[in-house]
């Protein structure tokens, strides 16, 4: 198992930045993908961005590409969300989690899941 904390999040304005880290008590091997996640009230929990322990290679859903963006600090087991020009649409709990199996963007295929941290954005 490799136990995941976030930290960061809050409320921010439109059009504001916020940054989300997430430390993993193990070192991820390469193999691993590990991703953000995102739930809004009433809604689905969806796939934000993720990463390859291994590569670094990144990928985005859609609405966030070329506002957020994944990082990961292999020396210190963290990955981390940057996200500009927040709109109140990006309100939600985010997640960080790791797939052992590799790169997926659906929930239920990741194996490690963060507590969450609220990110609020006022119009």
């Known amino acids: 198992q490799v136990p995941l904390v976030e930290s960061g999040g809050g409320l921010v304005q439109a059009g504001g930045s916020l940054s989300l880290s997430c430390a993993a008590s193990?070192?991820?091997?390469?193999?691993?993908?590990m991703g953000w996640f995102r739930q809004a009230p009433g809604k689905e929990r969806e796939f934000v961005a993720g990463?390859?322990?291994?590569?670094?290679?990144?990928y985005y859903r859609e609405s966030v590409k070329g506002r957020f963006t994944i990082s990961r600090n292999k020396a210190e087991n963290t990955m981390a969300l940057h996200m500009d020009r927040l709109v109140p649409e990006d309100t939600a709990v985010y997640y960080c989690?790791?797939?052992?199996?590799?790169?997926?963007?659906?929930?239920?295929?990741?194996?490690?899941w963060g507590q969450g941290t609220q990110v609020t954005v006022s119009s």
């Open positions: 990463i390859r322990w291994g590569t670094g290679n990144t």
């Open positions: 989690a790791l797939n052992w199996g590799g790169y997926s963007t659906v929930s239920s295929e990741f194996d490690e």
């Open positions: 193990a070192r991820p091997y390469s193999s691993h993908f």
